[in-house]
C-alpha cells in the first residue's frame, strides 16, 4: 500500500509567445509521479506540449495538524 503525499510544483508554461508562471500542489506517491501529473493537468487543460512546460522546483508539502 503507497502513501500519497502533496507536493507543489512550481514552473512557467508557454501560451502563445508568453511564458506564464504556475504553481499546482498535486497529490502523488513521489516527487516523479508528481512532475507526470503536473504535466498531464497543464497539458489537457491548456492544450500545452511537454516540451513547452518547465519546472523549476518541486517540494513537499506540510500537513498542517491542529
Known sequence: MFM??????VGKFKNANVWMPFKKV??????????????SLIGSNHKVKRNLIKIEKIEKVEEKVE
Not at 500519497?4 to 510544483?9: G, N, T
Not at 498535486?26 to 504535466?39: C, L, S, W
Open 4 to 9: 500519497s503525499v502533496k507536493f507543489q510544483v
Open 26 to 39: 498535486v497529490e502523488a506517491h513521489n516527487e516523479r509521479f508528481a512532475i507526470e501529473k503536473t504535466y
